[in-house]
C-alpha cells in the first residue's frame, strides 16, 4: 500500500484569499486524485492530477480555482483561490495501487481540514 | 456517479456481527465491489473488494450475490472502534478514480 502525507493537516484563512496543500506518497503513482469532503458530506471528486499535463476536472469544478500540479510521480499540489465560506472543507489527496492481477485499490491521505472566515 | 444504494445508518451491539448491506442493481460484468470506511476526521480506508466469489481477509469478509446485484459486507466481531461510515462502491477493475455515494453510517454500541 501506498503512504500518503499531506500539508497542512489544518488551516484557518480568510476570504479572497488562497491556500496551496500538498501531497507526497512514497513511492511513483501513476494516478493521483483530488477529494473534496463538505462538512456532513460524502467525498466529492474534485480531479485527476495528470503528470506532465494540465488536470483533468470533474464537472462543476474549474482550473481557476481549484489549480493543480503534478511536476513528478510521487507529488502533487492543489490551490484552493480566491477563498470564501462555502470553500470550508476537508481536502483528501488519493493514488491509485495495484493490488496485483486485474483490480486496483485506492489509498487516501489523512486530509487537510480547511476553515474559510 | 455513485451506483450503490446503502441504508444511511446502522446500530449494532460490541462483538455481535455487523452486516452492512449493498444494492447495485446495474452493476457491469467487469465492475468490482469495493468497501471503504471512514473514521470520523481520518481519510478513507480501504477494506476489501471482490468481483464474484466472496472474499475474507483480517479486517471482514464479503458476500457478493450470485446475480452480483447486491452485496453485504460482514464485521464478525464489531468493536467500538468500527464505528464510522461505510462506503460501498462499484467499478472496473482497471478504471480510474472512485466515485463515493452516502455510504452506511455505523454506531457500535457498548
Known amino acids: 500500500s501506498a503512504v500518503i502525507s499531506q500539508k497542512p493537516s489544518r488551516d484557518i484563512c480568510q476570504r479572497g484569499t488562497s491556500l496551496t496543500i500538498q501531497c507526497q506518497v512514497d513511492?511513483?503513482?501513476?494516478?493521483m486524485f483530488w477529494y473534496r469532503q463538505q462538512p456532513g458530506q460524502s467525498l466529492t471528486l474534485i480531479a485527476t492530477?495528470?503528470?506532465?499535463?494540465?488536470?483533468?476536472?470533474e464537472s462543476g469544478f474549474v482550473i481557476d480555482k481549484f489549480p493543480i500540479s503534478r511536476p513528478n510521480l510521487t507529488f502533487s499540489t492543489l490551490t484552493v483561490s480566491n477563498m470564501s465560506p462555502e470553500d470550508s472543507s476537508i481536502y483528501l489527496c488519493?493514488?491509485?495501487?495495484?493490488?496485483?492481477?486485474?483490480?486496483?485499490?485506492?489509498?487516501f491521505g489523512p486530509g487537510t481540514r480547511l476553515t474559510v472566515t | 456517479d455513485a451506483k450503490t444504494t446503502q441504508p444511511p445508518s446502522m446500530d449494532c451491539a460490541e462483538g455481535r456481527a455487523a452486516n452492512l448491506p449493498c444494492n447495485h442493481s446495474?452493476?457491469?460484468?467487469?465492475?468490482?465491489v469495493y468497501w471503504y470506511r471512514q473514521i470520523h476526521s481520518q481519510g478513507p480506508q480501504y477494506i476489501i473488494h471482490?468481483?464474484?466469489n466472496n472474499e475474507t481477509n483480517e479486517m471482514a469478509s464479503l458476500i457478493i450475490t450470485e446475480d452480483r446485484k447486491s452485496s453485504t459486507l460482514i464485521l464478525p466481531h464489531a468493536t467500538l472502534r468500527d464505528t464510522a461510515v461505510y462506503y460501498c462502491?462499484?467499478?472496473?477493475?482497471?478504471?480510474?478514480?472512485?466515485?463515493f455515494g452516502t455510504g452506511t453510517s455505523l454506531t457500535v454500541i457498548p
Open positions: 471482490g468481483l464474484k
Open positions: 462502491i462499484v467499478r472496473p477493475g482497471r478504471g480510474n478514480q472512485f466515485y
Open positions: 492530477a495528470n503528470q506532465g499535463s494540465e488536470a483533468t476536472y
Open positions: 488519493s493514488v491509485l495501487g495495484t493490488s496485483g492481477g486485474s483490480s486496483y485499490e485506492q489509498y
Open positions: 446495474t452493476i457491469s460484468g467487469n465492475e468490482y
Open positions: 513511492s511513483q503513482v501513476t494516478m
